[in-house]
């Protein structure tokens, strides 16, 4: 063979490799094959962001894979919430974990979706730079800070917290950021402040360039923020895998409360699997102090609910009260709260 066909014969082998290895590291193999499976068999869609609000998402799908069961859904990750109610809308998304503003937002303009679950509680916080000139919240006057949606608990926070300093929603100017961004913002100065949810107060901190001005608690009782939303044509025809997927975030929700080594675990198989982020990150915001995220009494309350409503409409961002019966749907959480906590080891899971 002429040495000008060797040389061909190798580059369009090495162009070969090269592409089969691509396809088999990079592609996502298991949403394009699910495409073609039955639609009552198929798994379906749930969109989330790498932040601990989110978290229950991954470990339930990781547990999964130990089961008997195997998985039960694929989990889609996106940095914002805009590309997710965009997805959820053209029916790419079946369900999601999206802020309760946007969730109760979307319905009021008559997207099919239905609140079954919540994420979490607590987990948020508004962050400033450790060395900055903002020691309390009265000094925010001025000041520009991110947040990760206007249709987000974290807003809505932030205006508790100007209400009980007498601030006017004119003094401070509210930026929309992708919540990956934000601690590199602060960093750079191009924001004095945020207000997000874990893990980026605790990259912050981490940093050394952050500190937490307060937590979401100090001025929020009871503080939700995401809740897990489903596409209303999944409630009707497949009620069945909605339930499995609420009994696995319940389930879930358990097993990260069994204590530091649990959360532990966790952090490190999402860190590395899921969230692209140092499994040290994720501890940090688990466990210092293992309250700072919950995952119990996640059923939807109506209480939380129209505190929620009635704040959006105080700010702006609802133009009508919408009703907790017709955004929700509890019978999902009411058979999921006699559920138990995975009992998961290498290998296998279970419920125990």
Known sequence: MKLKNRILLFAFGWLGLISGLHA???VNWASILNDYIPEAKRKFNVAFIPVTCHLACP???????????GEIF???MFQGFPEIKEALISNKMQ???IVAPLAIALKSQGVPIKIVYLGHRY???VVVRKDGPIKTFADMRGRT???PSRFSDERLLVFRAMKVWGIQPSEIKMVEMAPPDVAGALAAKAIDAFSMGEPFPSQAEMGGFGK???HAREYWPDYMSCVLVVRQDMIDNRPEAVQILVDGIARSGL????????RDDAADFVGRFYYNQKPALLQWALTKPLDRVMYNNLGPRKPDFDLVRDLMIETGVLDKKIEFEEYTDLRFADKASLKTAWKYEIGTATAE
């Open 59 to 69: 470990v339930t799908d990781y547990i999964s894979k130990f089961s008997k069961a």
């Open 24 to 26: 088999y590291l990079n």
């Open 74 to 76: 694929l989990p889609r």
């Open 145 to 147: 800070i991110a947040i």
């Open 212 to 214: 937490v001005l307060f």
């Open 123 to 125: 987990g948020s916080a």
């Open 95 to 97: 369900a999601a974990f």
């Open 255 to 262: 097993w990260l409360g069994k204590g530091k080594a649990y």
